[in-house]
């Protein structure tokens, strides 16, 4: 019989209470971050006096789908869907070609004072975005230089998200973990930077490229205050503006159901490509 530290009845309780105090956690977790998704998809499917009522249902005593229908209709999701998508892709787009580059040159082509420059911008994760939200709707309000308002306009989207430090620090740290053999082949085979980018860099980062892509489109479908200062009109409104536009006049589960329609597309993103973003934010740790 093998003689040990601690007893067997002890590593026995000490596994019980483990496994006792883990399904404790994990259980109120998962009910802190399903709770609120559960109170939506149900609140959709009740009546307005039933959403308004103390104490609320667990359950819709009678699930009406039609208020999907109403929130589509009243609310002009596909309009408002529409400008959303539309926003996301060009945020993508000007990230994957200016982040990307910036985090190349940092990491392998190394300029003069790259690491100071890189200092900063990570410095700037340290402000409060609260912080900027005056000056940067002072700069988009008159562009300097040229003097031209970008209200209403995309770029007054597109052109904050490009400063993003965190993306080019994610991509700086997958670009790290390349090997420098690699780079050092193309130059002897006569590649420019440009060339060794696209050809080797770009094929080699699909997994880095594909979170930042969607932490671009994510930024912009769950921000609110922004795109309420700089879309004004109507017609150019992001789908967070446009529902809380109309939610005064709307009934409470229309809105809840125009929530739930507006939810799906991230939900939906997430759930397929969630073993993308964990690789991809792993993979650059792996050097060494």
Do not use: C
């Not at 529409?82 to 580059?101: C, E, S, W």
């Not at 440009?194 to 479908?221: D, E, K, Q, Y």
């Amino acid at each position: 019989m093998t003689r040990t530290l601690v007893s067997s009845t002890q590593l026995k309780r000490g596994r019980v209470l483990y496994w006792t105090l883990l399904a404790v956690v994990v259980s109120v977790f998962t009910l802190v971050f399903i709770g609120p998704l559960y109170w939506m998809v149900t609140g959709a499917l009740k009546s307005a006096q039933e959403v308004a009522q103390t104490p609320p249902t667990l359950f819709p005593r009678d699930p009406q789908l039609s208020n999907y229908t109403a929130a589509w209709e009243q609310l002009n999701l596909g309009k408002l869907l529409f400008n959303t998508f539309y926003y996301a892709a060009g945020a993508v787009v000007f990230q994957l070609i200016f982040d990307t580059a910036a985090a190349y040159a940092l990491s392998k082509l190394r300029p003069a004072f790259g690491n100071v420059v890189l200092g900063a911008m990570l410095a700037t994760l340290m402000i409060p975005a609260m912080v900027l939200i005056v000056p940067q709707y002072q700069t988009v309000i008159s562009l300097p230089v040229i003097d031209v308002s970008l209200l209403d306009s995309p770029f007054a989207i597109w052109l904050p998200m490009v400063a993003n430090a965190f993306n080019i620090f994610l991509l700086k740290r997958f670009f790290d973990s390349i090997p420098e053999e690699l780079m050092q082949a193309a130059f002897v085979d006569g590649a420019s930077p440009l060339r060794t980018l696209w050809s080797i860099i770009l094929p080699m980062s699909r997994p880095i490229l594909g979170v930042v892509s969607i932490f671009a489109v994510t930024a912009v479908w769950k921000d609110f205050l922004w795109p309420l200062l700089v879309m004004p009109h109507p017609e150019t409104r992001t789908v967070s503006v446009g529902i809380y536009a109309f939610a005064g006049g709307t009934p409470q589960n229309v809105v809840i159901a125009a929530s739930v329609i507006a939810a799906l597309p991230t939900v939906i993103i997430f759930l397929i490509f969630q073993r993308n973003i964990m690789s991809g934010l792993t993979s650059g740790s792996l050097k060494g």
